[in-house]
């Protein structure tokens, strides 16, 4: 299995309300010089304004004037920054419970959940929630910052039992994530780049350290198999300069593709030859995710917004019921049999939830069964059926050709689905 030691590290934060995500990020991009001067000053004044001293480092990160004003993040602030041994992207999710959307978006994403606890209280339903949901989403690495550890004065039988009740709670989920724990101060700075002077019992390696040195698994969950969801036709007026050209435009999601090779086109089931590779800077060869190409094929087929080319070696099933772990993120409640949209990669389709499995309790990991709705922030494994056919594969294979959304009549996204290994297929 490959890995990644250096180049760039995606990760997204993650946890309760005011357990110091935006500190720590507001930390690491002032101690690693990841931000300008004259953000540390506005972010000074700021905080002097309201009556405080020195830079409060959230004020770095939370850049919304709602964020601002209430103290808490609602949107994910995405940052960059980097040191000698690594780039890094952040994702800074919100921990409010009504924001829970916005983690998921947040983590989609992300190789690495770094996960802030608050060492007063320990793992919260919030906290639990958040490492479900992040596991689901298929992310296998975890730092779990145990911040606040100066209101506890630093006492290390605090950081074993948040800890140990941490590593309890993944066992429960299953698998074998790879799992930091590391005691920080992210207001002193504690651990986070440097090591401070109050943990001499912690002999681990800082936040930043182990951000630098963890090897992420870059194959998992991004398929092998070519997927190139169709998002528009080109087909240029009779009037261009090459009138009979006909070429199919989107990103390749997984995989890669050749002149010359053959693809299946679904949900209808045309076997072609791809003929040419066409981007603005000329032609290609050879395409491989995540590139923006244009596809032209041998035979003349009807392909529209939507369809998906595929591989023939291990191609997308065609899928119109199937089983599926979703995130309910409305406060209007889901109820069986009621009509949503469905959204998958360029394909939109009207689809009911047939059935619900059970619902997940995030805090015993018990399975909930005979639920007739789903509320807010549940998750669940629910069967949905859809008017027409998807060409999916199971979100573990491929993180884009497994993920959907539902979208309810008024147009609000109202859940996040991952596709499981278990379904209905359409015949070809």
């Not at 041994?85 to 994702?91: E, H, S």
């Not at 004065?153 to 066992?171: G, N, P, Q, T």
């Not at 799992?179 to 002193?188: N, T, Y």
């Not at 939507?306 to 309910?328: H, K, R, Y």
Request: proline content about 3%.
């Amino acid at each position: 299995m490959s890995g990644l030691s250096g180049g760039l590290l995606r990760f997204a934060t993650a946890g309760s309300v005011d357990d110091g995500k935006s500190t720590l990020i507001g930390r690491l991009l002032v101690d690693t010089r990841g931000v300008y001067e004259d953000q540390l000053d506005a972010a000074q004044k700021d905080n002097e304004r309201r009556g405080g001293k020195g830079i409060d480092f959230a004020l770095l990160t939370d850049g919304l004037k709602a964020e601002r004003e209430q103290g808490i993040t609602i949107d994910v602030a995405y940052r960059y920054f980097a040191t000698s041994k690594r780039k890094f992207i952040i994702a800074d999710a919100p921990g409010h419970e009504q924001y829970t959307r916005n983690m998921v978006t947040g983590a989609s994403s992300a190789d690495l959940m770094l996960l802030l606890v608050d060492a007063r209280y320990g793992l919260t339903t919030q906290s639990r929630r958040h490492s479900y949901i992040a596991y689901l989403l298929g992310i296998r690495h975890f730092i779990v910052a145990i911040n606040k550890m100066d209101l506890m004065d630093y006492d290390e039988a605090v950081y074993r039992r948040i800890s140990d009740d941490f590593m309890d709670f993944l066992r429960k989920i299953g698998g074998s994530p790879d799992v930091r724990c590391i005691p920080i101060s992210a207001l002193a700075g504690d651990m986070v780049v440097t090591r401070g002077a109050n943990m001499h019992w912690y002999k681990g390696a800082t936040v930043l350290e182990t951000l630098e040195s963890v090897q992420v698994e870059i194959s998992s969950g991004h398929g092998e198999g070519f997927r190139f969801p169709v998002q528009k036709v080109n087909q240029p007026t009779k009037m261009s300069a090459i009138p009979d050209f006909r070429g199919y435009m989107g990103r390749v999601a997984s995989g890669s593709i050749r002149v010359g090779d053959p693809v299946l086109i679904l949900p209808g089931g045309y076997r072609t030859t791809v003929s040419g590779i066409v981007t603005f800077d000329g032609s290609l060869q050879t395409a491989s995710a995540p590139e923006s190409v244009t596809l032209t094929l041998e035979d003349n087929i009807d392909v529209s917004r939507g369809d998906m080319i595929s591989g023939v070696d291990n191609p997308a099933q065609n899928l119109t019921e199937f089983s599926a772990a979703v995130c309910w993120m409305s406060g209007s409640p889901m109820r069986i049999g009621e009509k949503y949209r469905l959204q998958h990669t360029s394909r939109l389709t009207r689809c009911i939830v047939t059935r619900v499995d059970y619902r997940i309790n995030v805090n015993t990991l018990a399975q909930e069964h005979d639920i007739a709705e789903l509320n807010i922030n549940d998750i669940a494994i629910v069967w949905i059926k859809t008017l027409n056919p998807i060409a999916a594969d199971p979100y573990e294979a491929n993180r884009t050709t497994g993920a959907f959304i539902l979208i309810d009549q008024d147009n609000n996204t109202v859940a996040s689905g991952m596709i499981r290994g278990t379904w209905l297929s359409v015949g070809l």
